[in-house]
């Protein structure tokens, strides 16, 4: 028996593998409709608080104090149980897809997101 992952994949990218897809970007991505983006759910509240995400502004320099304060709103943040609980179910029957607007995709909160939650979902 296989085990299901977590997959990052970025909106706008033409390959989209099967699974659960989840946006988890605050804001919707730029120039998506809502039919291409093909989304089971969209967990804007586990995203990046809007103070964080403009002060980051996908810089590469601030990447590490990025993760560091967003790793602290996920710690705070009320949703993430619910979230956690959630993805714990999809990941039995299948991938879950963290999607994400981001150009950069080694540094973007839904690769802090992934890395955050690989204990908590084990």
């Given at each position: 028996m296989t085990k299901n992952k977590i997959k990052l994949v970025r909106i706008y990218d033409h390959e989209q593998p099967n699974g659960y897809r989840i946006l988890v970007d605050r804001l919707w991505p730029r120039g998506m409709s809502k039919v291409k983006a093909?989304?089971?759910?969209?967990?804007k509240q586990i995203g990046p608080s809007n103070?964080?995400?403009?002060?980051?502004?996908?810089?590469?320099?601030?990447?590490?104090?990025?993760?560091?304060?967003?790793?602290?709103?996920?710690?705070?943040n009320p949703a993430l149980s619910d979230f956690i609980k959630n993805v714990k179910e999809q990941l039995a029957k299948q991938d879950v897809l963290f999607l994400y607007g981001a150009k950069n995709k080694e540094h973007n909160q839904a690769v802090v997101l992934k890395e955050y939650l690989k204990d908590k979902i084990n």
């Open positions: 093909d989304l089971d759910e969209w967990d103070e964080l995400r403009k002060w980051f502004n996908h810089d590469d320099q601030k990447y590490a104090e990025f993760k560091q304060k967003y790793e602290q709103e996920l710690d705070d």
